[in-house]
């Protein structure tokens, strides 16, 4: 072994640690007993089969993921190696060239256009730059699905908003009426969640949820996916880079490189891996 | 040589495939009209930006090119002594050419803009993305009540400045020519009874000023909703979308005018 070598390993061996010693912080500082990376017992939600997507160029080669009832996938990668692009195939913004996307075992990819809005409703999305109408209130941006696609009444809704702008830590009556511009970045990316939990969606998609944050409030964003996944059982998929929230929330970490996933596994599985690619990223990250 | 017929061949495919898209976009703007859910809040809210807001440049548009079209004709008549003509030429001038293209051509220019931006802004911030994934069409939500509302619109702005010009020529022909108001109005009442009538009681040159800012109307809204909604590159892109509405849709309406002007005079002259 080359001295270059031993002090490569010298290196990862130290993330690793500094990552578990991080875990184990995190654990205890936020008094949450972890997620449960081992037992996501119950049926696949979201499968991706062997699906291949290019446009001028390749975007994704034969990837393969699933995520069972509860669990939080989080894709990571370099930038341009597809992460929101397999978001967008679930949401079935995009359809694959070769391959399959199943929602509760239904194949989306053949869906006609309307058929798909109907799917996107069992769906919640939060944007990297939260992606709320600039032209409505905070209420009105929660409350624009449930107007959309339930029966609820005003007070129904209003009690609904209430209770989901309380459950991501927003004081109701000081946000509601407040435009998306008189808001921070981190309480724009709240809302946003908000509005994705609007209609109590089984499958919740992040796009880069904690970018652009400080990591006060990236602490506060990754908390409360955990939240969600831990009292709402909610399967999520996020797509993020920041190692630190992804090993925190992470039941399965999906590694995107060369257009393929070249790992799927447990943060755990992550931080022990040998391979000189996983061990490269998670140092450069 | 070769590499230019790839080059040729990828352009000719690149129009086409915009040129679908356009009409694609066309023909589901236009069909949700009659499909639920309908957005009555965004069309009156439409009908009140292109409409009510457009009324102050239409008003004084109207106002002085009927001023300025008497003033050029009442120069050529009086050479004939024939001045007392001047609301025949301004009227027929206005409602079928006139009003329209101008009424049009402004609100391209206002409107047609200000929906691209808009949509262009919703697109590179990821709020179109946003309202697909929280199950609403764009095309219907945001496309179907800005066409619905310039279909609706226009036609009015256009009625208003037809009727502004006209009343712009009266001034002209009372105070700088010396026409008696009576003799005016006359004038232009012969001229919209002389050209015909369509299924009996519609005078042949409200038709065609009527039919043309219909038609001027889906222009402009469709352009500018398609610009919108390709937009890509942030606020660049939002800034060329702005300028290719703008651009496209005032070189369709002259376009379009001519050509609609043959179908309609051909049409009209046959009944």
Redesign the interface.
Known sequence: MTETRRKEDRASGSIRAAIRKELAEDAQQDNIDGIDTDNVEGRPVIEIEEVSLAFDQPILEDITLSAKEGETIVIVGESGTGKSTALKLI?R?LVPEKGRVLIDGEDITHLS??EA??V??K???V???A????SLTVFENIA??LR??TDLDEDQIEERVRQKLQFVDLEPDEVMEKLPSELSGGMRKRVGIA?GLANDPEIM?YDEPTSGLDPLTTGTITRLIMKLQRELKVTSIVVSHDIRSVFKMATKVALLHDHKIVFFGTPEEMSAAEDQYIRAFLGQT | MSELILRLNAQAKSTVLSIQEYFTLAWNSLRFIFARPFYTQDLIQQMDEIGVKSLGIVLLTGLFTGMVLALQSSVQLQTFGATMYIGRLVAGSMIRELGPVLAGLMVAGRVGSGIAAQLGSMKVTEQIDALNTLGTDPIKKLATPRVLAALIMLPVLTVINDLVGIIGGNIIARFMVGLPSSLYWRTVWEQIMSGGFTMRYIPNDFVQGLTKPLVFGAIISITACYFGLRTTGGTEGVGQATTKTVVTSSILILVVDYFLTQLLLSVLQTQ
């Open positions: 949401l913004l256009f309307e809005l109907k996107r409703q769906m919640g999305m944007f990297q730059g992606a709320l109408f600039d624009y699905p959309e696609h509005r998609l």
